[in-house]
Structure formats: C-alpha cells, structure tokens
C-alpha cells in the first residue's frame, strides 16, 4: 500500500471485529457475508490500484430490506461503510478502511420494470452500465452515458459518481439521464426520490445525490431514461498538425451551428498507443486527431459529414478519412474506447486524470502539460472530450519505484490546479474519490467547502458513509 | 429609503411600499446583497422582478429583497456554449444576445410570467418549456452559480464547464429551491445553436389517448422529436423536429408517413406554434392555474379526473406535462392533487389567489424521513430562516 493520509481506524471497531461479523451473519445469509482473509483480497482496491487496504468485512446484499439492516447495524455500532459497484472507479472512490465494511451491490443485479410508452427503466444498483442498453437493444432503444468501463461498471456506481462517456456531448451525464432513485440513508431509512416522470416537486435530491459518491445513501433502485437510437452513425478521422491547430478546428464545429454525437481528441502519444492496439487506421504522421461522429440515417449521415470534412479542410488537416462502413466505425471507436488499455500496454502504470477545462484554452493547457511533461521526465498521452471541454492526460510512470509514483502524483495535481487556473475544474466524470480529495481547496473556498460538508452532516451525521473521500481530511 | 451595508459604506437603493415596511431592498452588487444579508433581523422575499410571487405559496416578510438592480451578461463564449449572466439579468436580454450569435436557452423556458422575469428567477423556478424532453430541464443546463448564503457568505458552485463532478452538485440543489436556501446573484448556463429549421407534424386524433399513442410513437422513433404536444381544443398533436433543412424535411415526412392524415407545417408556422405552446397560450384563462408532471400514459387521466371540477388544460412533453386551469376552488385544487396522484405524479399550483395558496398544499408534501431531512438543509443555508420563509412548504 502507498502512503497517503488515511482516516485512522477507530481502535473499538477494530477491536470488535469478531463481533461486527457475527452481527453481520445474524442479519444476512452465509453467502453474503465475506471475512476471510483471502476473500476480502479483490476488494482491497478499485481501478485506482495504486492505494490498497483490506477492509474489516465485505457484505453482498440481495434486497433493500438487506440495505437497510446492514446499515442499521453499523450505524449503531459507529461501523464505517464503504459502498461500492463494480470496483472500476479511478479515483479511489470504492477503496476500504481498514475498520470499514464494504456494501457490495453486485447480486443487486436485476433490471425491474422496462417501459417503452413512457420511456424509462427501473434498474437495481448492480446491473452494468451496458446490461441496460443490452436489455432494451432489441426494441431499438438505449441508455446513453457510456464511460470507457460501460461493460463492467454498474449504474450505482454511475450515479455515484455521475458519470459521462463519449456521447454526452449530445446526450448529457448521468444525472442528465435519470428520473428516480431509491436511497437508503445511514439510519436506515429509505427515500423514494423522483419517480417515472421529469422534474420532481420541491429540491433537486436527485441532482444532490447524483455525484455524491455514496456519501449520502446507498442506493437500491434507480430509474433511467431511455431513448430510441438513431436510424445509424457514422465517424470520421481528422488529423492535424498541432494540438492547437485541431483545438481551433473544434471550436469551428461548434461555432458552425452543428453538435456532432461525439468529438474526441488525441495526442500523438495518444494515437500512437491507440492504433498499435486497435489497428484502425489511425493516422501516425499527424500530431493531434480528432474522431467525429454523426447520427442519423444514410443521407444524413452524409450531409453532416460532410459538412464537416468542409470545416476540418479549413485547418490544413494531414489526414482525413471517413468511415464507408460499420465496421470501420468500429474500428476508429475501439481505438478510442481501448484507450487505456492501449496506453497500459507501453507502460504498464499509468495515472488517468480527469480535468476540465474551457475548450478555447486548449492549445495553451496542453503546451503546459508537455513542458511538465519534460520537466518530471514522465510520459504523458492525452485523450479528451473535446466538445465539452474533459481532458484525460494519462501520467505513465513505473509502480515499482516509489519515486516515479510520488512524481505522477505531483504531476497529475500539477496538470488539475492548471485545469482551475484556466476555468476549469478537478473532475469532469471521474469523482473526487481519494485522489483529488486534498485538491478541493484549490478550486473551492473554506466556505463552500463547510457548505457541502453541512449537506453530509445532515445525511450522515456520524460520516460513516464512505468517509474520508471527496472533502481534504 | 437608505440601507446600510454590512460596511456601512455603501448605499442600497430601496422603494418603500406601503404593505412592506422594510420596503423593496435593490443591492446593485453581490457584495452589498451580502451586507444586507449579514444585517437582516427579519425574513424577506427573494425575488427578481417578482413575476413568479404568485406562483406555489404567498411569501410572508417585511421587506423584498431582489436582484433586479444587478443585472448584465459577464461570459458568452458562443464556440464554448456557455454565457453568464447576473442573477437580474432579463430573460429577453439574454435571448437577444444568444440569438444575434444563432444560439438559443435549450429548456426554452416559459414566457408565462411575462417579459420581466429574470435569469435568477428562470433557474430559481426551474422553468423549462417543450424541448424539456429532448434537450433536459433548466437544472441541466446550469453549470454554476454564486449565491449568497443565510449567514452573508459568499459562494461559487460548479462552474463556466460542461462537464463537472467536482464535490457535491450544490447547482443543482439551488436550481428550483425558489429562493429558499440562497441569494441567486449570478448564473453560468449552457446554451445550443438555433436549429436550421424546424417542422413539426399535425396528427388529428379522437381523444388524449389517441393523442398520448401518437406521441409516443413520435419519441419512440430514431429521428429526435424535440417537442410533443397535444391541445383538447382543436384535438390536434404536434411533434417537433428541428435541425438542419435537408434532416428536418427529411424526418418530418418519416414521421408523417406513420400517422394518418398527418400534415407537415415548415418553419415559420412551426416557430410561432412552439411559442404558444411554450407559453401556455391554448390555457382557458382561469382562477387559478397548476401544472402536473407525470409518466406520459398517465396524462390523459390527469385530463380525465380534473374535468367534473371545471379544470381543463392541455398536455405537453409528450404527455407527461399537464398545464391546467380552473377555478381557485379548494374543490379544484383537490381535484388536481387527487389526479396527480393517481397518475403517480406530482402537481404545482402556479397561479392563484393568496387566500388559496396560503391554505393548501401548494405541491405534494414530501415522506416525513425527506421533509426532516429538507429542514435541516434549509437550516444548513439559512440558519436565521429569513429567505422566503413559507414559499414552498408552510412547515
């Protein structure tokens, strides 16, 4: 485990271990009570890897009425609870303390109610990002946030973190694209929040909620909105000479009037690890890409695209190649989608940052990383939603080296307070969690802090719901 | 009349109005409004230009406090899709601006409550018009916001980006808290380019049933239906497509081959169409007016079960928006409570005499486990209880 200030375990916790877990077992089923050593190991982490601590038990419930009894319990026992998805989360937001029981929402699988007519899903917390998608495809429909781990990252832990995806430029984040949710909170008590249809009455608990990494409840039920996909889609590759040269370009499409499905960017780093991955044509001579992609049917397709090819043509592009078929869309959206397992295969570490910043400041931001970029001596590739402004440097460094980690920290908190100097902010899509966590101050004042913080003193009056994450300690 | 800021330099302009001894406070900035803030002694009521007071329940203070006085657009960076505004900046100025670049508000809000409402009072209110459906509410276009707290502070939530995850999304709950929790001084929003064109197709249908089927299809179809609306009166459906000609034309004749007799209106009918609707202009004037959310299916009963009482109205968003009106009766109003219930829904009384919405339950009162949680919220913001106290509950 790396050093980093942690909450230090509550000594009375530990020291009833035995009896946490027993408690546990009387209030679930053997199965779903994990305590063994070599049990708990594959939840000692999350996709942060650097930062491990095995927790004091791992508890899978199978309903709400399970929720609600587990937290009962360790509310009354001062327990802290760690609630977590799939584990896919890459700013530590699922990592355990050492006195913390994790919630595991993985057997909360199933998907309840799919209505067509009125367009929305009821899922449970468990059910993968693309399990709903693949449970509505065959009516034509689909859920439309998709971050990278849409095949394995669960729709709790989207709305925890409230995350994005490559489509949300024209499709909007997760809590964009939800109606409804069943929390538990610490006491136990299960709140009904939204419901099938848009706009609740009174405060936006939903969009409190949403982004509040498990801090305010666990979640049972959510309840998504649906839509119909287009009639087809269709990207396009365009390559330039510089980064800044492709971010003037970006700024024309939007000015133009049109508001491609998705527009994202790449570095030569970037390009470079993505096409020895995917082979999708990628072009290798051209310093930064950009992957355009349109919706809708043939005809359509065609006009927007090339609309867009005028466009790029304006800015001396060094390549530029329409996808004729599916397959070739497929090809230049696995590159994109492989990303950072593309970048893990020249360096087997990497740090994948999440910084936002206004896209007109993008030539300059990204002439700041690379000078960092030399002065740390670290790679970096950089991979960004261009339309919207989230930028995801990847700091490749070597996890055997305890240096080389301590130096992609620096790195990585160098790269984020950039992003707020520029207008920007930490976290685009990705959560505060662990990693961002002593950065808040740099974006928000002591007051704004206490502020937020009042809203989890409210909720969990004990901070026992995965504390430690989001506020500086 | 004058009042002293917290530094007792400066001077805040004030009407004085003969029903509120502490007369209407104007601050021309963010920094005197805290000021007043810190030396308030007594509630008030936060307002704009006051176009909504009379929408859910009559506010009770002596003195208003508004923002009117701190007004003008500070960021529009139309290649980035965003624009700020301070909180009294009038909606109409800010369509102006966004149209003299070919960019539009995307939730399209309302023009109900007439051309002075501001931007802090669109987002306080969380007005969004047709488009809602396809292009999301008011609350999810707003990317930031300083406000002012109970205690006088200062704050600065999310910010001038599209995308933000960064701490607890206070935007969000501020956005529709009507004033209740802080002082909207100034907004940064998210905007879209004006579509090309816009078309929209005319269905004639038998009844809101028919109409909801007819809607339904027309979201439930790959080709962006971007308003779906239905007036009883001419018992007529209209689906919405706006985007570039050539797609508009296209869609629109996809669309009207599924429907029988459907006519295509092309874009200067359409506009003028969509702003009627957007603004509630197909409503029989009434007594009192509410609006009721639920699932779409459920619209047609929301017509249904208000009708004995002498409530009527129309259905936007594909169903699932009932605007109505009727009288100011208590019989009325538990009509329409009773039928969004039923619906699964939930209702706003948005117009109404005082001596109604002083009595009854404006919208629906929450579980008693989120109403415990909601005091202790507002006593995290407004520790003194003196913005718009009694505006949306009466406990």
Not at chain 1, 163 to 184: E, I, P
Not at chain 1, 248 to 254: G, L
Not at chain 2, 244 to 255: D, H, I, Q, T
Request: aromatic residues 6%; proline residues 5%.
């Amino acid at each position: 485990m790396r050093a980093m200030k942690q909450l230090d375990p509550k000594p009375e916790v530990m020291a009833r271990r035995s009896e946490i877990i027993a408690g546990l077992r009387r209030i679930l089923p053997e199965r779903a009570v994990i305590a063994q050593a070599v049990e708990l190991k594959p939840y000692e982490t999350d996709a942060l890897t650097a930062y491990r601590q095995v927790p004091l038990a791992v508890v899978l419930p199978e309903d709400e009425a399970q929720v609600v009894d587990v937290l009962k319990f360790c509310a009354a026992g001062g327990v802290r609870v760690i609630p977590r998805g799939a584990g896919t989360s890459l700013c530590g937001g699922a990592l355990p303390l050492a006195d913390s029981v994790v919630v595991g929402l993985m057997r909360m699988n199933r998907i309840l109610e799919i209505n067509y007519a009125d367009r929305y899903a009821v899922v449970q917390p468990g059910v993968t990002n693309i399990g709903i998608t693949q449970a509505v495809a065959d009516a034509g429909y689909f859920y439309a946030p998709d971050p990278s781990s849409q095949l394995a990252c669960m729709i709790g832990g989207n709305v925890g973190m409230n995350s994005g995806g490559a489509h949300c430029l024209k499709y909007g984040v997760t809590a964009n694209n939800l109606l409804g949710l069943r929390l538990v909170t610490v006491a136990g008590e299960v709140l009904e929040i939204g419901g099938a249809h848009c706009d609740a009455a009174g405060y936006d608990w939903l969009g409190l909620i949403t982004g509040s990494e498990g801090q305010l409840g666990i979640l049972t039920e959510v309840t998504v909105r649906i839509l119909h996909a287009p009639e087809g889609a269709r990207a396009m590759l365009a390559g330039f000479a510089s980064n800044e040269v492709a971010g003037e370009c970006v700024a024309a499409i939007i000015a133009s009037g049109i508001i491609p499905v998705a527009l994202e960017f790449m570095d030569k780093p970037a390009i470079h690890a993505c096409e020895a991955f995917a082979h999708a044509g990628y072009p290798l001579d051209a310093q930064a890409l950009l992957i355009i992609e349109v919706e809708g049917s043939q005809d359509e397709q065609a006009d927007m695209l090339g609309r867009l090819r005028e466009i790029c043509e304006r800015f001396a592009p060094v390549s530029m190649r329409v996808a004729q078929t599916e397959a070739e869309s497929a090809a230049i959206w696995k590159g994109r989608k492989g990303a950072f397992g593309a970048v893990g295969r020249i360096s087997p570490d990497y740090l994948c940052m999440d910084g936002v910043i206004p896209t007109s400041r993008l030539g300059e931001v990204l002439r700041r990383i690379e000078e960092m970029s030399a002065a740390y001596d670290l790679r970096v590739a950089n991979i960004f939603h261009a339309g919207d402004g989230n930028l995801h440097p990847l700091i490749m460094y070597d996890a055997n080296d305890p240096a080389s980690f301590a130096k992609a920290e620096r790195f990585g908190a160098e790269i984020l307070t950039l992003c707020v100097e520029a207008g920007g902010c930490l976290t685009g899509e990705h959560g505060v969690g662990v990693e961002k966590r002593e950065l808040m101050r740099v974006q928000f004042s002591e007051s704004e802090l206490t502020q937020m913080r009042a809203m989890k003193d409210v909720f969990d009056p004990q901070w026992l719901l995965n504390p430690a994450k989001v506020f500086p300690l | 009349m004058v009042v002293e800021s917290g530094e007792g330099v400066s001077v805040v302009s004030a009407r004085v109005d003969a029903a509120l001894p502490g007369g209407v406070i104007v601050p021309r900035d963010e920094a005197e409004l805290a000021g007043v803030v810190r030396d308030a002694s007594a509630p008030m009521l936060v307002q704009g230009n006051g176009t909504k007071a009379g929408m859910l329940r009559p506010g009770r203070a002596a003195a208003v406090l508004s923002t009117a006085g701190m007004s003008g657009i500070t960021l529009y960076s139309p290649s980035e899709l965003v624009m700020r505004a301070r909180a009294g900046t009038a909606l109409a100025e800010i369509e102006a601006a966004l149209a003299a670049h070919g960019q539009q508000m995307i939730a399209e809000p309302s023009h109900l409550f007439g051309e002075a409402q501001t931007i802090g009072g669109v987002v306080a209110a969380n007005v969004s018009g047709p488009r809602r459906i396809s292009g999301g509410a008011m609350r999810d276009h707003v990317l930031g916001l300083r406000a002012v707290n109970g205690s006088g502070e200062i704050l600065n939530f999310g910010g001038r980006v599209l995308k933000n995850v960064t701490g607890l999304d206070l935007t969000k709950l501020l956005t529709g808290s009507f004033g209740t929790l802080a002082v909207i001084t100034e907004v940064t929003f998210k905007v879209l380019p004006v579509a090309g064109a816009v078309g929209t197709i005319v269905v004639r249908v038998a009844d809101a049933q028919a109409a909801v089927a007819v809607m339904s299809a027309g979201l439930g179809s790959p080709f962006s239906v971007s308003g779906a609306a239905y007036l009883p009166g001419s018992r007529e459906v209209y689906l919405r497509v706006e985007d570039f000609a050539e797609s508009v034309a296209y869609r629109c004749g996809r669309l009207a081959g599924q429907f029988a007799g459907a006519e295509i209106l092309g874009s200067g009918e359409s506009k003028a169409l969509w702003l009627s609707i957007r603004d509630c202009e197909a409503l029989p004037p009434g007594e009192a007016m509410w609006r009721v959310s639920v699932r779409p299916s459920a619209g047609p009963g929301v017509l249904r079960d208000v009708a004995f009482a002498g409530v009527t109205g129309f259905l936007d968003w594909g169903g699932g928006l009932v605007w109505l009106s009727g009288p100011a009766t208590h019989e009325a109003h538990e009509a329409v409570c009773a039928a969004a219930r039923t619906g699964g829904g939930v209702w706003w009384l948005m117009r109404g005499p005082e001596a109604l919405r002083a009595v009854v339950e404006v919208m629906p009162p929450e579980a008693p486990a989120l109403a415990a949680l909601r005091r202790q919220v507002v006593a995290k913001f407004d520790p003194r209880g003196i913005f718009n106290p009694l505006k949306m509950w009466a406990a």
